[in-house]
């Protein structure tokens, strides 16, 4: 993977690109098709560990599950960066989709999405304005408390 323009807005923001993560499963981290990068459902894996496992609400406050959203469109990126060869080939984010385990007391899944919103935006700048969905779900794999998905459009 090539250095650029994006690993320098990551040096800035005093961010790293983790190793990409690899499948836990019958699925690749990401796929393309045509101009469009998918990213598979991504995890807040942290040096291959979860800081924090429940349902926001109830195990995880608000504002721990926003700062996992981020972890996890980083990873969504670093598998982005594998299959593309570098960042700077994307041009655009199109879309997020974040999915929260949710207390069913908890009513702020968009907030605690907008911490990869937020990242995302911080790092691309305008290209990084995208369409989102922020879904309160009952359980995520391994007692996530959160899981991100990206689309990326790229040359």
């Known amino acids: 993977m090539s250095v650029g323009r994006i690993d320098d807005r990551l040096a ?3 961010l790293t690109l983790p190793k990409a993560p690899a499948a836990a499963g019958a699925y ?6 045509g101009s469009l990068l998918y990213t598979a459902g991504q995890v807040p894996f942290v040096d291959g560990a979860f800081p924090a496992h429940g349902k926001v609400g109830a195990e995880v406050d608000a504002e721990t599950a926003k700062s996992l959203a981020a972890v996890c469109a980083l990873n969504g990126l670093a598998a ?6 570098s960042l700077d080939r994307v041009t ?4 997020v989709v974040g999915f929260v385990a949710s207390d069913p007391s ?5 907030g605690v999405i907008n911490g990869a919103s937020e990242l995302l935006g911080e790092i691309f700048g305008e290209a990084g304005q995208h ?3 922020a879904v309160g779900v009952a359980v995520l794999p391994l ?3 959160v ?6 459009e790229f040359v």
């Open 12 to 14: 800035e923001l005093g």
């Open 28 to 33: 690749l981290p990401a796929v393309t098709s």
């Open 80 to 85: 982005a960066a594998e299959l593309l060869g």
């Open 92 to 95: 655009r984010v199109v879309k």
């Open 106 to 110: 908890f009513t702020g899944q968009p």
């Open 131 to 133: 369409a989102r969905s």
């Open 143 to 145: 007692d996530a408390p």
């Open 147 to 152: 899981e991100v998905e990206l689309v990326l």
